[in-house]
């Protein structure tokens, strides 16, 4: 288990004990001193652009900078101040409330509900509330995670109030958005054959119309899922058609039978179900938009190089 970065600023001023530290090395060196195992070494931020450990010790590293507790030396290495050999000397946890009996830090406290503070490591943002457990890194992301998964039950809901023609056009901008088809007048003369209670046909591939996928959509409520026996029906049709590729779209879910069939039927199905399709109109811009945008600044340590040398 990953320690809280809390936890880790002890470890932190231990490593800079015997003089200067590249932050990068601590990290190498705390993460095996903790025996994390392969999964936890390698588990990252939902960004994806840092994993765990590093981000929380990257952390540890900046609140114990603004305490001054240790000082940075040049890019990317820190060593220890006075304040943080005392504070290796005593006996308390080092965490923020610790911290808070230096004035150093609770000014960087107030700084930080309103200004992109000095220090802050690789996709940080402004520092969290002090008892917080979590870095800065991790309660932006998590709350972007539960905006998002709002946003997805919101959007699915309208989806299945909406009418059938809706669902239909739905499914042609968001194709179009994802780079298949020519133009909506294409695409939507592709669409809508039958009317099976949804949306069935076939759109290009491609712009030119060289390769071509056969579509099917369900517009089901919560509960309604879709079964194996649809899944066959639909490989039926490719095959009567000659078609190699197939979407099936579902506003609610499949059965764990009819992700079996579709595996047993090969690759030529591709299966989205209600979350998805949300994923997939938010990553697309189809049926929301962006209400606020976040610019997430970092330090340009390549700046003060010349500075700290």
């Not at 946003?151 to 989806?159: C, K, Q, R, Y």
């Not at 669902?167 to 042609?172: A, N, P």
Request: glycine share 10%; proline share 4%; aromatic share 6%.
């Amino acid at each position: 288990m990953i320690p809280d970065y809390q936890t880790l600023m002890r470890p932190v001023l231990e490593s800079a004990r015997p003089g200067p530290r590249k932050i990068g090395d601590v990290v190498d060196e705390i993460t095996d001193r903790l025996g994390l195992d392969a999964e936890d070494r390698q588990r990252r931020l939902p960004s994806g652009k840092q994993t765990v450990i590093a981000n929380r010790v990257h952390w540890a590293r900046t609140y114990l900078k603004q305490a001054g507790l240790v000082r940075n030396t040049k890019r990317g290495w820190f060593e220890l101040t006075e304040l943080g050999r005392q504070a290796l000397e005593s006996d308390a946890r080092i965490d923020t409330a610790y911290l808070s009996q230096f004035d150093a830090f609770n000014a960087f406290k107030t700084r930080s509900r309103s200004d992109t503070v000095d220090g802050t490591p690789p996709e940080g943002p402004a520092a969290p509330e002090a008892d917080s457990d979590d870095t800065p890194d991790e309660s932006l992301l998590a709350a972007h995670a539960r905006l998002e998964e709002t946003l997805s039950a919101a959007l699915l809901e309208n989806v299945r109030q909406a009418s059938p023609a809706f669902f239909e056009q739905l499914i042609v901008d968001l194709l179009l958005a994802m780079g298949y088809g020519g133009s909506t007048e294409d695409a939507g003369r592709a669409l809508g054959r039958t009317g099976d209670n949804g949306v069935d046909g076939v759109i290009d591939q491609d712009p030119l119309g060289v390769d071509q996928i056969y579509l099917q959509a369900k517009r089901y409520g919560p509960g309604n899922a879709v079964g194996a026996g649809e899944i066959r029906d639909f490989f039926g049709a490719l095959n009567i058609r000659k078609a190699t590729k197939g979407i099936f779209v579902t506003t609610s879910d499949f059965t764990a039978w009819a992700r079996q069939t579709t595996r047993d039927l090969g690759s030529r199905i591709v299966l989205i179900d209600g979350a998805q399709l949300a994923r997939l109109m938010i990553a697309h811009d189809v049926g929301c938009r962006d209400r606020t945008v976040l610019h997430i600044k970092q330090i340009d340590e390549a700046y003060f190089d010349e500075g700290l040398a």
